[in-house]
């Protein structure tokens, strides 16, 4: 039978007179009710449920918002990623979502966790109309013990109602679609998408506000791992970077136990994973290149807009004909080998992830403190296909402060000066990554081997290249070792993987000009030694 829903949780919203609801409800149930419902269909071998999400198949940008009141106008940094939404505005629509419930067969009900540390962790819990959004956040948030649920009070809730759609003019949104935080109510409103992804996102931005500001904990847009746990002090390695830069990818090796591939705090006593779960993308994904995500697939795990063979239910992760941001969601526990605490020490390796569109950057530098500073607040990347919703080219070069800005409502200095603490307190080591293209700009050139990547990344880890020869990088004055064990040496000059060396000449000046340009809004605020770490011009 199912729990009985705390009614009072959802009535100081507007919502009293409600359908049946299905509170925390086992993964075979919530499977069975998609099926019933037509919101999914079981794929054939693995078993995992195949949903697509519609017009949606990434993030909305332009649709999200933060209510500006009192406890938010001073704090939050305004502008194109933060959008203020007034506090008398946003109730209506939390009328408008209230009656639009009330009209529901169905409604699932998640009480749920985010964050491993208990001195940190908020109580979420999520509404839904579907039944398969409520299995995504079942997976994707840390489930709470029968005893903590019996005891269970949400400190933020989450209203997904993809069926409810937004009229502009009448509602002061930007489109259908409307994401909107109320840090003073505490709830997430999701109307007119039915991208799960906006529910967890949005609860990591709800921590990246709280934390901060309440707890001098850094939040962080990054996986992690540790390898040996029998060593004393672990070798905990984070990996910083946008959507398709490899942060799951290469957290998920099958010689490191996993903490987690998205969302994390650094407190004083080490990092701890927000989440329970894990939300990797699975465009080209093969047994080969990622066995532990491949292998993570299987009854319980939601694929999303991934391309099925509706006669025999197979999957074809090759297809990118609904969009190239597909998706699966499962538990941390999917992984085999994965930290079941979800925590670990302070890390001993930063590593920041980019995907390098232009192909100049080289695929592995040690990073000065400065450096690290700069290229933090530059959180350089590519945008890729499918990641945010309307894009219009397949691949455009991008710069996200903290490798993370569409999620921080605090100025980005204030994360960059936690990490640079954390960084010195604590003496970790830290480099560049590029996992990009060589040879060439997108299109043109390839991306860098995975198994050359990994090779470096253990490297990194491994301490093998400390104190390596390096040699500075005449664009971007990064240090870049002359060898490292286990990769061809002819990769690690980009310059010398091009044909055309004007055209890299070329490339990348191009490209080290939009990083002074794009580093100019924190010249500012940053010392006159992080603002000279940049590149240079040869």
Not at 483 to 508: F, N
């Amino acid at each position: 039978m199912d729990l009985a829903v705390r009614k009072e949780s959802l009535e100081r919203f507007g919502v009293e007179n409600l359908g049946a609801v299905h509170e925390n409800l086992p993964p075979a149930r919530l499977v069975e009710a998609s099926v019933r419902r037509r919101e999914g269909m079981i794929s054939e071998p693995s078993g995992a449920l195949v949903v697509r999400t519609g017009k949606r198949t990434g993030r909305s940008p332009k649709d999200r918002f933060i209510v500006e009141d009192n406890l938010t106008r001073e704090v939050v940094d305004w502008g194109a990623v933060n959008k203020p939404f007034s506090s008398e505005a946003f109730g209506v629509l939390l009328e408008k979502a209230a009656g639009y419930v009330e009209n529901l067969e169905e409604v699932f009900v998640v009480d749920a966790q985010a964050g491993a540390d208990e001195r940190f962790s908020l109580n979420v819990q999520v509404v839904t109309e579907q039944a398969w959004q409520a299995l995504f956040a079942r997976q994707l948030f840390r489930r709470p013990d029968r005893e903590e649920l019996d005891s269970f009070e949400p400190e933020w809730t989450v209203i997904s109602m993809p069926g409810l759609l937004m009229e502009p003019d009448e509602d002061g949104t930007e489109s259908e679609t409307f994401v909107g935080l109320d840090f003073t109510r505490r709830v997430v409103l999701v109307c007119g998408t039915r991208y799960a992804g906006e529910i967890k996102k949005s609860i990591f931005t709800v921590l990246n506000f709280v934390l901060p500001t309440e707890h001098d904990v850094m939040p962080m847009h990054c996986s992690a791992n540790v390898g040996d746990e029998a060593e004393e002090e672990g070798d905990v390695a984070l990996f910083f970077g946008l959507s398709g830069t490899g942060k799951t990818t290469l957290s998920a090796d099958p010689e490191r136990s996993l903490i987690g591939d998205d969302e994390h705090g650094w407190s004083d006593a080490g990092v701890f994973n927000f989440e329970g779960g894990c939300y990797a993308k699975t465009i080209d994904l093969s047994p080969e290149k990622e066995p532990q995500i491949w292998d993570a697939i299987r009854f319980g795990a939601v694929l999303e807009n991934v391309a099925m063979d509706r006669r025999t239910r197979t999957v074809d992760f090759t297809d990118a004909s609904i969009t190239e941001n597909t998706r699966v969601a499962y538990p941390l526990e999917f992984i085999e080998g994965a930290v079941p605490e979800g925590s670990g020490p302070h890390p001993k390796a930063v590593l920041f992830l980019t995907a390098d569109a232009f192909g100049v950057l080289p695929p592995i530098s040690a990073l000065s403190p400065e450096q690290a500073a700069y290229y933090f607040l530059s959180g350089y990347t590519a945008k890729l296909a499918g990641t945010e919703a309307d894009m219009e080219t397949a691949v455009e070069a991008t710069f996200s402060a903290c490798f993370g800005a569409p999620f921080l409502p605090l100025p980005a200095t204030t994360y960059a000066t936690m990490l640079s603490e954390r960084l010195r307190e604590n003496g970790a080591r830290c480099y560049l990554i590029n996992t990009g293209w060589s040879g060439g700009p997108y299109g043109v050139g390839k991306r860098v081997d995975i198994a050359a990547t990994r090779e470096m990344v253990r490297a990194v880890i491994g301490g093998r290249l400390d104190g390596a020869e390096t040699r500075a990088d005449p664009f971007f004055g990064l240090n870049v070792p002359v060898e490292v064990p286990g990769v061809p040496t002819e990769i690690l000059d980009p310059k010398g993987t091009w044909s055309d060396k004007d055209a890299y000449d070329e490339q990348a000046q191009k490209l080290a000009d939009l990083f002074r340009e794009n580093f100019e809004k924190f010249e500012s605020s940053v010392s006159e030694e992080v603002k000279n770490a940049g590149p240079r011009r040869p």
